[in-house]
T-cell receptor, first 112, second 110 residues
Framework: ETGVTQTPRHLVMGMTNKKSLKCEQH?????MYWYKQSAKKPLELMFV???????ENNSVPSRFSPECPNSSHLFLHLHTLQPEDSALYLC???????????FGSGTRLTVV | TQLLEQSPQFLSIQEGENLTVYCNSS?????LQWYRQEPGEGPVLLVT?????EVKKLKRLTFQFGDARKDSSLHITAAQPGDTGLYLC??????????FGTGTRLTVIP
């Protein structure tokens, strides 16, 4: 039990589909994050939420849409993705920004 | 984006050997963290170093933060197969965001 749960673990979607990734943390943390991990590239920060407010949008295309309804839940809504969006999407949380992060196990996304 | 270069990119050693992984940047970080990631899982935090020159030990792992807070190293003594994984350094900069290094994939052969 890592304290951060991501669903689904694996997702295959067509380029015209709409799907959502879910992240839930049970640690009482105030900040939540979405990262993208592709082969041969460092983890890329996508979005940061602090106390449910988005504080960072790291030039992410609009086909990725985050939602943070409360400090325990974070979603990433996906639509009209491209094959190059295939990657491991990791959710993380921390007590405050800049502190040690707790990561979920990730969602392995394949866009066909 | 703050660039953190890790070296080596890949490392394969025999059980019982020692190794050092380096994390270098031209940027200054307020703190630096090390994570280990195993296949199919997210990264797991190993340590956070905050003060320039700081050394922290975690059993057989020794972490050092450079005096100028731009670089760090991870030394593993007597590596075990359980140490196998992707080692990631990550620096805190800017609006307290965490920037990850390029990673070192370690394989310890029994």
């Amino acid at each position: 039990e890592t304290g951060v749960t991501q669903t689904p673990r694996h997702l295959v979607m067509g380029m015209t589909n709409k799907k959502s990734l879910k992240c839930e943390q049970h640690l009482g943390h105030n900040a939540m994050y979405w990262y993208k991990q592709s082969a041969k590239k460092p983890l890329e920060l996508m979005f940061v939420y602090n106390f449910k407010e988005q504080t960072e949008n790291n030039s992410v295309p609009s086909r990725f849409s985050p939602e943070c309804p409360n400090s325990s839940h974070l979603f990433l809504h996906l639509h009209t993705l491209q094959p190059e969006d295939s990657a491991l999407y990791l959710c993380a949380s921390s007590q405050n920004t800049g502190r040690g992060y707790t990561f979920g196990s990730g969602t392995r996304l394949t866009v066909v | 984006t703050q660039l953190l270069e890790q070296s080596p990119q890949f490392l394969s050693i025999q059980e019982g050997e020692n190794l050092t992984v380096y994390c270098n940047s031209s940027s200054v970080f307020s703190s630096l963290q090390w994570y280990r990631q195993e296949p199919g899982e997210g990264p797991v935090l190993l340590v956070t170093v905050v003060t320039g020159g700081e050394v922290k030990k975690l059993k057989r792992l020794t972490f050092q933060f450079g005096d100028a807070r731009k670089d760090s190293s991870l030394h593993i003594t007597a590596a075990q197969p359980g140490d196998t994984g992707l080692y990631l350094c990550a620096g805190v900069a800017g609006a307290n965001n965490l920037f990850f290094g390029t990673g070192t994939r370690l394989t310890v052969i029994p």
